[in-house]
């Protein structure tokens, strides 16, 4: 006998029992979007690989070691996106969008990176991200930090950890770049194979090493915060005011630089010591050059992304067990004949109780194998139809998780008698 096709590697499906929770967390992510006026734009899972290449630059780990690329039936080069931005940068590019700014985007779904799974690492992940073109901060640095800050409170996570740096611009960069180099070259004996490859390509992304050994290196080499260029320092005192002010609490690490090169001043990182190394679960930051990078006009913007794999695991973490959905009202018929008659009843409910989740019994059996399937649905009530009550236009409730007695009632006034059994 054959084995079973199995799904890809770090690939996972989400099955019924948790499908209600991602969409719980999703529309309560969503609801806050929308109250900040962020609007929502659907993009392609595959993009032109150059979308990536250009935009995140060729150095990245990303680029380099991570992106499912292919060529397609026509010759080009395709890519499953690893990461949003670029994908809404190329979309406003393209439908001109950036006319009427500022513009607030919001995206979701899936996103692919040919990483070692791991606990809060997959694959193919989902994300939530926003992004915001025109404000040149930190005004709008902080609204996007202020609205994450309230995404936690809404979904009850008090233990995330803000850590805020100025990457400044790109002047600024290119000169801390110099002094960064001269001094790692210093102790290239010391540098493990990672870095020594970014020490020719990116030498900001050594600081990002997660390697123990590199520790005390990245400690000691000079800070990008001593060459900060003026404007760059004022706009990023100013986003630490704001904060204060709104009783966001924030630890500035110099040695932030975040994984992509089209970021530039602001970026930020939300952390949790819950879930081991994979602790970041949201982060973002500015990129004005990104825009002009990709063929548009300069333009400020300002963004980020939150892995929604980990936010559920901390909500889960925070909540507590949870139970399954399940169906409020199992509807069946007594026997075969009469199973049109459940059917129908059924789309009445749902019609006039939408609140109310309806599961109508189908397939047939004797009555106690209906009964049996009635109790394992979890449903709270059975809702029966026999000869008579389809003769008198009547109902039998009886009751499956109270000690109470079955009643019968008027189909007309089966709402009025949902909300007394329901009510609880």
Avoid at 170 to 181: C, D, G, I, M
Wanted: aromatic share 6%.
């Amino acid at each position: 006998m054959s084995e079973h096709l199995q799904a890809i590697r770090g690939m996972n499906d989400i099955l019924p029992a948790d499908s209600g929770e991602w969409r719980a967390l999703e529309n309560a992510l969503v609801a806050i979007l929308d109250a900040y006026g962020y609007r929502e734009i659907r993009l392609p899972i595959v993009e032109q690989s150059a979308v990536f290449k250009r935009s995140i630059g060729d150095t990245t780990d990303i680029v380099q070691k991570e992106m499912y690329s292919f060529d397609d039936r026509n010759g080009d080069n395709l890519t499953l996106r690893p990461e949003g931005t670029a994908g809404c940068v190329r979309a406003v590019l393209q439908h001109g969008l950036l006319q009427h700014q500022p513009l607030r985007l919001w995206y979701g779904g899936p996103m692919f990176r040919h990483e070692r799974p791991q606990r809060g690492r997959q694959r193919q992940f989902h994300q939530i991200g926003a992004e915001v073109f025109g404000p040149p901060g930190p005004d709008v640095d902080a609204e996007l930090i202020l609205m994450t800050a309230r995404m936690w409170r809404a979904l009850g996570l008090g233990e995330l950890r803000l850590e805020i740096n100025s990457l400044g611009t790109a002047e600024a960069r290119a000169a801390y770049r110099e002094v960064l180099t001269r001094y790692l070259e210093a102790h290239r004996d010391a540098l493990d194979a990672d870095s020594l490859t970014r020490l020719e390509r990116n030498p900001l992304r050594i600081l990002d090493s997660k390697n123990p050994d590199m520790a005390a290196i990245i400690a000691d080499a000079p800070s990008l915060a001593d060459h900060l260029d003026d404007e760059s320092r004022v706009q990023f005192d100013a986003l630490q005011s704001i904060l204060a002010d709104n009783g966001v609490e924030c630890v500035v690490n110099t040695r932030l630089v975040r994984g992509l090169d089209y970021y530039s001043r602001t970026v930020f990182e939300w952390i949790t010591n819950e879930l081991g190394a994979q602790g970041t679960v949201c982060a973002g930051g500015r990129y004005d050059g990104l825009v002009e990078l990709m063929g548009g006009k300069p333009t400020p913007a300002v963004g980020f992304a939150m892995g929604l794999e980990r936010l559920l695991e901390l909500w889960r973490q925070a909540r507590g067990a949870r139970p399954q959905a399940h169906p409020d009202v199992y509807l069946m018929a007594t026997g075969n004949v009469l199973d049109p008659h459940a059917l129908s009843l059924a789309e009445v409910l749902r019609e006039r109780c939408p609140q109310h989740r309806v599961l109508v019994h189908v397939g047939g059996g004797s009555m106690k194998s209906r009964m049996k399937k009635a109790d394992r649905s979890g449903a709270m009530l059975a809702l029966i139809l026999g000869e008579e009550e389809v003769a008198n236009g009547t109902v039998t409730l009886k009751p499956l998780r109270a000690d109470a007695p079955q009643e019968t009632c008027a189909q007309g006034a089966l709402e009025e008698a949902l909300r007394r059994w329901l009510a609880a």
